[in-house]
């Protein structure tokens, strides 16, 4: 199965700030470089920032991106996402509060958000938010969506498939390994454009082919599926 395929040849690299392929999205990523500094000597802005846009790009690539880094900073970090069905209590421990795909919070989750967020601006403490809207246009509680777009906003573009051919070939030739066109049209084609899914695509390319002693071409990628 391909999730047995992953587990042995590896998973990929975990999202960070460095491995996000930026394109149209440059300004995004150095201010959130900025903000984020190097830990000890970092002096964080309180001022809120969201990010928002379709779905591919990148915007939950960067918010885990900003939690590990946190992590290892060894800084302790509020997460909510649609997915968090009890959201804990806001601690003021808390470096920042990152919140995820905000335009599909119900109630409960708006109600936690809103209480993180008051709490998080007593302090001060920064809170990074991501969802498919601009602020104006979220389906949310007006204390919420007016907190929301406070601050810095970014809308971020999903990568043209030219961007995407540079990142794959890029991303490859760090491997050492020479895509032709015709497995970069195949790849595009086939399988899902979203960038993060191209890579794990990649990765996993790259340990069949090492495991069977061959170049990647179309046919090893179609023996590698068959076999999957």
Not at 69 to 76: K, T, V, W
Not at 120 to 146: E, F, H, N, Y
Not at 171 to 196: H, K
Request: proline share 4%; glycine share 8%; with cysteine.
């Amino acid at each position: 199965m391909m999730q047995q395929l992953v587990l042995d040849m590896g998973l990929p690299t975990g999202p960070s700030l460095d491995n996000f392929c930026a394109g149209p999205n440059a300004a995004a990523l150095a201010h959130l470089k900025l903000w984020l500094g190097d830990g000890a000597n970092s002096l964080r802005s309180p001022v809120p920032i969201y990010l928002w846009g379709g779905s591919g790009c990148g915007k939950t690539h960067l918010l885990k991106s900003l939690c590990a880094a946190l992590q290892e900073q060894g800084a302790q970090v509020g997460w909510l996402d649609a997915n968090t069905h009890s959201p804990a209590e806001f601690d003021e421990r808390w470096a920042a509060v990152l919140m995820d795909d905000v335009h599909a919070f119900n109630a409960g989750q708006q109600q936690a958000a809103f209480n993180w967020f008051v709490n998080a601006q007593t302090r001060p403490i920064a809170v990074i938010a991501a969802g498919s809207l601009p602020p104006a246009d979220l389906k949310l509680r007006d204390d919420l969506r007016s907190r929301l777009g406070w601050g810095h906003v970014f809308a971020l573009q999903t990568l043209s498939d030219t961007e995407r051919r540079a990142v794959l070939r890029q991303a490859a030739e760090a491997r050492g390994i020479l895509l032709s066109d015709e497995v970069v049209d195949f790849m595009l084609t086939r399988f899902s454009r979203d960038l993060g899914s191209l890579m794990e695509l990649l990765n996993l390319m790259d340990g069949y082919a090492l495991q069977t002693q061959r170049a990647i071409t179309i046919p090893l990628i179609k023996t590698m599926m068959d076999n999957s």
